[in-house]
């Protein structure tokens, strides 16, 4: 019996911060879920999906994923960027989660099974100076962790990412209509950080794993002066040294220091990682399932990874849903050169709409043995908190110029 595509539904809900989330429902009355959640763009990929692609679904075979993926992959000339790619990512969540319901087994189990037990996991830890993200990291240890990623103020400045003065939690993106501004200092940046990460190893000891994010603030030189400063620290990785566009730029960070990275959570497809993957210019890709094309495009990407012993380490912030989430623990479950996942956490009005079976204990992450990814989204809990617009930050140098943010 074919398995139809019966109704396509596009739901944008904010509890606590906001979500796209899509709705697949078949012709034998299976419920399919996928994230579509874009930070800042929401509207733009829950249009792509409602008025683009969702009238081509209709009618089309549930079973048929890796074809459905190629129809709006290949089948449509603009191909490729992330409104693109995150819209194609959550049809394929919400076609994976059929299909697991339909066999009546959890997603990793389509995937070729369980590699490993438990997935170990890495949550944030922040503060403006160094007692402050001391404590936050002792609390995170209490909490099992055995990674964290640690970011600190920079003397000078204002507003740093990764930090929020006074909030235990961090969140990128401000409520209002248009972004805030940042400024930004890279020589008082390059001076302080291995100040700060030497004094966070020298409090926590050796095992505890430590991880760093540059948020593309740096060119290749400056990275690679970075890299070298902070080898003693023994990081786990230090993530987004550069903006990666320029792929080849990476070898000059590669000639001059040995500490590993980790780039990739705004990537779209496997060609945005190709050369960084093939001339092993990173250790770690962290493509998130929702912005590159979704699980399906992620195991051809970790797989090619593999080959090259690079490994799979997904974004995984709180501006992609639960749904999401599971999808990266199903295939961190089943994939053999999966490292680590971040888990940043949610606001806790995302417990009323997502509710998941993916379970944390002592440092790891399991997606559950529920059919398909494990997520029941709360149609009625979202309704009650409405769309609300909210923007990432821009950054500018001391004198006025655009910087990456
Ligand atoms: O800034 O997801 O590693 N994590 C990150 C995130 C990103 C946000 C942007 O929406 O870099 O905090
Ligand atoms: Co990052």
Known sequence: MTRVIDAVDVIVSSPGRNFVTLKITTSDGLVGWGDATLNGRELSVASYLRDHLAPALVGRDADRIEDTWNYF??????RRGPVAMASIGAIDMALWDI????AGVPVYQLLGGAVRDRILTYTHATGWDVPELLDSVAERRVQGYRAVRVQSGVPGLDK?????KGAAVYE???RGVGP???VWDTSAYLRHAPVVLEAVREAVGPELKLLHDVHHRLNPIEAARLGKALEPVDLFWLEDVTPAENQMLLRAVRQHTTIPLAIGEVFNTVWDAQQLITERL???IRVAVVHAGGISHLRKIFALAEVFQVKAAPHGPSDVSPINMSASLHLG???????IQEFMGYPAQVGEVFHSSYRYDDGYLHPGDEPGLGIEFDEAAAARFPYSPAYLPIARDLD???KDW
């Open 180 to 182: 805030a501004e940042e």
């Open 333 to 339: 479950l089943s994939t053999t050169n999966f490292a």
């Open 99 to 102: 299909k697991g319901k339909a």
């Open 160 to 164: 740093v990412y990764g930090v929020t």
């Open 282 to 284: 990173i250790d770690y």
């Open 400 to 402: 006025g110029t655009m």
């Open 172 to 174: 990128p993106a401000g």
């Open 73 to 78: 992959y290949r089948g449509v000339y603009w």
